[in-house]
């Protein structure tokens, strides 16, 4: 996404909470990026919420036309003049303070001074988090799903557009005998449905991704769930064109890897809720209702039944309507629109800064 809009806003600046080089593309290295005085800490950065919004506010945005917060913690939160447009491409209102903040209160796994931190600090976060609402001009959301998220949080309209997926750089490969999950290990991904029910039942599973859950995942983990961690570019589009299907156990707020593993010819197996019903065609994989380890296996059962009428190029041709050119086309209309009389490039040549959350 990040990627995505410097190379829409080829002179903009970005600022950013935290920022590490070496783990970024060169679309990003090669714009003047700047971090908050949070940054030396970046490895806490989970332990800093209570912060970002002194953060967030102490960044000098005078002097910029236009400012596009891309939004799935607290971004929107920065302060710009009068004549800054602000438009905000929210993912999701930031999770562990809305949708999920029952979640995280009472998860028996978190420790308790982490759960009465969230309890002291969610209320004030919350009431931040909805008056910085009043700081954006225009929200866009990356899906149906986010549109309600945030009519229900801040009572603002917004604009749907999908985010961008790179659809061309993926290939199919006839597949192998492994499913595959692509996620941050972290309580909401419910990557331990994946591998319970992997491991009971013996189904080989890979699993793309790194976290705060890797460790307790991998005692439940029998010897046919292999842990890949964080892997390239080029490792993730191999993973992707061999496996049987992507699994995806978790409520997701759009769903990128879906529309990845798409791109690939290959379907998806996902917890029929959020932004997944859109992202996924019901003929591009098996739904099921509940969470839950054992409603997964059900879905795995029904789609191996299936298996054989998967049409892979069906899939890519579907997925080709994520692809970054039509975002970039329904964000250069967002922009333009708000141009007014002026020459709709004015916008994108004056546009100096992109914020990132």
């Not at 912060?51 to 102490?58: G, N, Q, R, V």
């Not at 036309?65 to 913690?73: C, K």
Request: proline share 6%; charged share 25%.
């Amino acid at each position: 996404m990040v990627e995505a809009l410097c190379r829409l806003l080829p002179d903009a600046d970005v600022f950013t909470l935290f920022y590490d080089p070496e783990n970024v593309s060169e679309a990003i290295r090669s714009h003047t990026v700047k971090a908050s005085f949070l940054n030396p800490l970046r490895r806490h950065y989970r332990s800093l919420l209570p912060l970002f919004p002194i953060a967030l506010e102490s960044m000098d945005l005078r002097g910029y036309d236009l400012a596009i917060s891309s939004e799935s913690g607290p971004a929107k939160g920065v302060l710009t003049s009068a004549d800054t447009r602000h438009i905000c491409y929210c993912h999701s209102p930031m999770r562990y303070l809305w949708d999920l903040y029952p979640t995280y209160l009472h998860d028996w796994t978190r420790s308790c001074w982490k759960k009465a931190a969230m309890a002291a600090f969610g209320c004030p976060l919350r009431v931040w988090d909805y008056s910085t609402s009043a700081r954006v001009d225009e929200f866009a959301a990356n899906s149906r799903n986010v549109q309600k998220r945030i009519w229900k949080a801040y009572r603002r309209e917004s604009q749907v557009i999908y985010p961008p997926v790179a659809v061309e750089i993926f290939r199919w490969m006839p597949p192998g005998d492994s499913y595959l999950m692509v996620s941050e290990l972290v309580t909401y991904k419910r990557a331990g449905d994946a591998v319970r029910c992997c491991t009971r039942t013996g189904r080989r599973l890979k699993i793309v991704g790194d976290g705060p859950e890797y460790a307790s995942l991998k005692k439940q983990a029998g010897p046919n769930v292999e842990f890949c961690g964080r892997v390239s570019p080029a490792e993730l589009r191999d993973l992707y064109s061999r496996c049987r299907a992507l699994l995806m156990p978790g409520e997701e707020d759009f769903g990128i890897v879906a529309v990845e593993a798409m791109a690939s010819g290959k379907p998806v197996v996902a917890l029929g809720r959020g932004g997944v019903l859109e992202a996924v065609p019901p003929s591009g994989g098996v739904f099921y209702n509940d969470p839950g380890d054992e409603a997964l296996e059900q879905a795995l059962t029904r789609f191996e039944e299936v298996e054989s009428l998967v049409r892979p190029a069906e899939l890519q041709a579907w997925a080709e309507r994520f692809s970054e050119a039509r975002f970039r086309e329904r964000m250069l209309d967002l922009i333009g629109r708000g141009a007014g009389a002026r020459d709709t490039e004015a916008p994108l040549s004056r546009a100096q800064r992109q914020v990132r959350g």
